[in-house]
């Protein structure tokens, strides 16, 4: 193999799939990228055996075709490093990458391709596929992300569902204290696996997002037991999380007769403000509908207490529920929409925050 290119064409290939590698793996190829070159076009891929990403960049001259895998953590300083000059990139025997940069001049031992595990291939022919605006997908993400459980022994919540059933694609995460739904319209998909549902891991939710723009399409294909989603030139396959994901629509309650609309600026501010005076050990915030008013306050015995009134409007009676105040931040600081209603029932039942295409479901907290 014998390439040039410039610096900066490097670091785009390095930096789509480095934060897919772990450079402590216990099998030396998973520590390396996959460098393959062949008519202009440079592809890098790298894989922690759950989740692999490629990515092809065009503009490189490619005197030899060929492919060898680097140490990532190596190329990556080295790229950083670097005079913003046209790279010149050599494989020799055993694999040895030979590489220059005006006056620069490194050796680095790689190991064979061959070794490298193949990502699975697809059809984009594919009937199961899915089409979505770049844009959209990433907002559909970012209003379910937040509620996604960390906690590896509850593994089948540690995703984010996706289903495609009556015409909407619905994607659900839950981690058992709060559940965020979020719903579009979209052509219905063939195939049981989208009906039935299948859950994402949260580190491909993430790496997927970071690579999302405001502008193109995404592509998703179901591969039996895995997923591809393809963003341009750059295709991110994750393995999906097998279990069963629970009943969500069973957990979420109608709406009830203690029903007021709120102005998602105004009770994120005040949220924010009244929070100040809650503790790790006393994370609590009280909300009061009473006629035409919503207070919200905390108390705290070593600190103080803190309320704000909000005006609505409400006709029902009193009520009082008492919500963690990080599960309602973590809510308003990812939805776009400046309208929500908020639907009671009791103090000891679930609030049901909506906001059109949006429903977030919160357990309350006991109020001493």
Request: glycine share 6%.
């Given at each position: 193999?014998?390439?040039?290119c410039?610096?900066?064409?490097?670091?785009?290939?390095?930096?789509?799939?480095?934060?897919?590698?772990?450079?402590?793996?216990?099998?030396?190829?998973?520590?390396?990228?996959?460098?393959?070159?062949?008519?202009?076009?440079?592809?890098?891929?790298?894989?922690?055996?759950?989740?692999?990403?490629?990515?092809?960049?065009?503009?490189?001259?490619?005197?030899?075709?060929?492919?060898?895998?680097?140490?990532?953590?190596?190329?990556?300083?080295?790229?950083?490093?670097?005079?913003?000059?046209?790279?010149?990139i050599?494989?020799?025997?055993?694999?040895?990458?030979?590489?220059e940069?005006?006056?620069?001049?490194?050796?680095?031992?790689?190991?064979?391709?061959?070794?490298?595990?193949?990502?699975?291939?697809?059809?984009?022919?594919?009937?199961?596929r899915?089409?979505?605006?770049?844009?959209?997908?990433?907002?559909?993400?970012?209003?379910?992300?937040?509620?996604?459980?960390?906690?590896?022994?509850r593994?089948?919540?540690?995703?984010i569902?996706?289903?495609?059933?009556?015409?909407?694609?619905?994607?659900?995460?839950?981690?058992?204290?709060?559940?965020?739904?979020?719903?579009?319209?979209?052509?219905?998909?063939?195939?049981?696996?989208?009906?039935?549902?299948?859950?994402?891991?949260?580190?491909?939710?993430?790496?997927?997002?970071?690579?999302?723009?405001?502008?193109?399409?995404?592509?998703?294909?179901?591969?039996?037991?895995?997923?591809a989603?393809?963003?341009?030139?750059?295709?991110?396959?994750?393995?999906?999380?097998?279990?069963?994901?629970?009943?969500?629509?069973?957990?979420?309650?109608?709406?009830?007769?203690?029903?007021?609309?709120l102005?998602?600026?105004?009770?994120?501010?005040?949220?924010?403000?009244?929070?100040?005076l809650?503790?790790?050990?006393?994370?609590?915030?009280?909300?009061?509908?009473?006629?035409?008013?919503?207070?919200?306050?905390?108390?705290?015995?070593?600190?103080?207490?803190?309320?704000?009134?909000?005006?609505?409007?409400?006709?029902?009676?009193?009520?009082?529920?008492?919500?963690?105040p990080?599960?309602?931040?973590?809510?308003?600081?990812?939805?776009?929409?400046?309208?929500?209603?908020?639907?009671?029932?009791?103090?000891?039942?679930?609030?049901?925050?909506?906001?059109?295409?949006?429903?977030?479901?919160?357990?309350?907290?006991?109020?001493?």
């Open positions: 193999m014998n390439i040039k410039r610096r900066s064409l490097l670091r785009e290939g390095i930096q789509k799939v480095s934060n897919v590698i772990n450079p402590r793996a216990t099998l030396p190829i998973l520590s390396n990228i996959l460098l393959e070159a062949e008519e202009g076009r440079l592809k890098f891929s790298g894989t922690d055996l759950e989740m692999g990403i490629s990515a092809s960049i065009e503009g490189a001259t490619v005197e030899e075709g060929g492919s060898v895998t680097i140490p990532a953590k190596k190329i990556s300083d080295i790229a950083r490093e670097l005079p913003d000059e046209e790279i010149t050599s494989v020799k025997k055993n694999n040895i990458i030979q590489l940069a005006g006056r620069v001049f490194y050796r680095i031992m790689g190991l064979p391709a061959d070794d490298f595990p193949q990502l699975p291939s697809f059809s984009t022919e594919n009937k199961e899915l089409l979505l605006s770049q844009n959209e997908l990433k907002a559909l993400l970012t209003m379910t992300a937040f509620a996604v459980s960390n906690e590896e022994s593994y089948v919540l540690n995703g569902l996706f289903v495609v059933k009556d015409g909407k694609l619905k994607l659900v995460a839950t981690d058992g204290r709060r559940l965020a739904l979020v719903e579009k319209e979209t052509e219905e998909a063939e195939g049981n696996l989208w009906r039935k549902g299948v859950i994402l891991p949260i580190k491909a939710v993430r790496e997927l997002n970071r690579l999302l723009g405001e502008e193109g399409e995404v592509q998703i294909y179901l591969i039996e037991n895995q997923i989603f393809v963003v341009g030139r750059t295709t991110i396959i994750s393995r999906l999380i097998e279990g069963d994901f629970p009943d969500y629509e069973q957990v979420i309650p109608s709406e009830s007769n203690k029903l007021v609309e102005s998602k600026e105004e009770i994120f501010a005040a949220t924010r403000r009244v929070s100040l809650s503790s790790p050990t006393s994370s609590l915030i009280k909300i009061n509908l009473s006629k035409n008013k919503m207070l919200i306050s905390s108390e705290t015995p070593d600190l103080g207490e803190a309320k704000e009134e909000i005006g609505v409007e409400y006709q029902g009676e009193e009520i009082t529920i008492g919500f963690n990080h599960y309602l931040l973590d809510m308003f600081r990812s939805i776009p929409f400046e309208k929500l209603t908020l639907s009671l029932e009791e103090s000891e039942k679930p609030g049901v925050f909506r906001a059109e295409s949006f429903t977030y479901v919160l357990m309350p907290m006991q109020i001493e």
